[in-house]
């Protein structure tokens, strides 16, 4: 994403209202620009996602950037103060076409706001009802269905234990989705 081509939001520029502009940080740095921009009272959005990773043998939660190198930041083109951006630490440079920053519709920043969230009882593998496979343990290759977490690393699922459905807690990296 060298360069945003596109126009400008129309409907902001005309009503004098603030657009959303496109900021490049250097490579790693993205939270630490939308956190210099954000002491600067600038509004700055910059989407995340959290990403469950296995590191040395557990799972673990890490939050990343949807658009890894890039933020935005809401600018009005007369009021805002422009300069301090480009020596904010993290931030490499404005996007722009030419010599003239890239206003990004405000609907496009609207849907990045109004995605929905994980709900409640669920995970960001497994779902309440979902079928699963236990990869570990005592009840290895055994089938279950999950309920719902309990904490960052455990789950409840529900398992048939002789001829009984039984709510069994389980580390949630032993678990599997099943497949098929």
Not at 1 to 19: F, H, I, L, R
Not at 90 to 115: D, K, M, S, Y
Not at 117 to 133: I, L, N, P
Request: aromatic fraction near 8%; include cysteine; proline fraction near 6%.
């Amino acid at each position: 994403m060298e360069e945003v081509s596109g126009q400008e939001d129309p409907e902001s520029k005309e009503n004098g209202e603030p657009c959303w502009y496109v900021i490049q940080c250097k490579g790693g740095e993205s939270f630490r620009a939308a956190e210099h921009l954000a002491n600067q009272d600038y509004e700055v959005f910059h989407p995340v996602l959290d990403v469950q990773r296995k590191r040395q043998g557990k799972l673990t939660t890490i939050t990343e950037p949807l658009f890894p190198y890039y933020l935005f930041i809401r600018l009005d083109q007369t009021v805002s103060n422009w300069r301090p951006i480009r020596s904010t630490r993290g931030v490499l440079r404005l996007l722009t076409f030419g010599n003239t920053p890239i206003a990004v519709p405000n609907a496009l920043i609207e849907t990045l706001l109004t995605q929905p969230h994980r709900q409640e009882g669920s995970h960001r593998y497994f779902s309440a009802g979902e079928k699963v496979t236990i990869t570990d343990g005592p009840f290895k290759d055994l089938e279950a269905v999950f309920k719902r977490c309990k904490g960052e690393e455990r789950a409840i699922v529900l398992l048939n234990v002789l001829q009984r459905p039984q709510d069994i807690e389980l580390a949630v990296d032993s678990l599997q989705k099943r497949e098929g």
